[in-house]
């Protein structure tokens, strides 16, 4: 089991920053992929941004360019500065990880989700 900590929610601004943490315990995978996915009221839950543990990292076309993600393997902590804010980014937003064990099988966690509120 992994255990995954969210941290870094609020209300903010059109135009202003917020930066979310998420860190994760447990059974830790070697191979692994952490990221951020965010549902607004009334929509399906999308991703947002992913890292792998190679640093190789994807993002959601509406937010390239002002939201960026980042993690410390250290600490299996992954964080999503997010900048420039809209209103339409206003969504619940969830860190996800996923792990992969050595006979290819894959485990998913879901963080409880942070509010995220930007106002216009």
């Known amino acids: 089991q992994v255990q995954l900590v969210e941290s870094g929610g609020g209300l903010v601004q059109a135009g202003g920053s917020l930066r979310l943490s998420c860190a994760a315990s447990?059974?830790?995978?070697?191979?692994?992929?952490m990221g951020w996915h965010r549902q607004a009221p009334g929509k399906q839950r999308e991703l947002v941004a992913s890292i792998t543990n190679g640093d190789s990292t994807n993002y959601a076309d509406s937010v390239k360019g002002r939201f960026t993600i980042s993690r410390d393997n250290a600490k299996n902590t992954v964080y999503l500065q997010m900048n420039s804010l809209k209103p339409e980014d206003t969504a619940v937003y969830y860190c996800?990880?996923?792990?992969?064990?050595?006979?290819?099988?894959?485990?998913?966690?879901w963080g409880q989700g942070t509010q995220v509120t930007v106002s216009s």
């Open positions: 996800n990880y996923r792990g992969w064990s050595m006979d290819k099988v894959t485990y998913n966690y």
């Open positions: 447990g059974s830790i995978f070697s191979i692994n992929a």
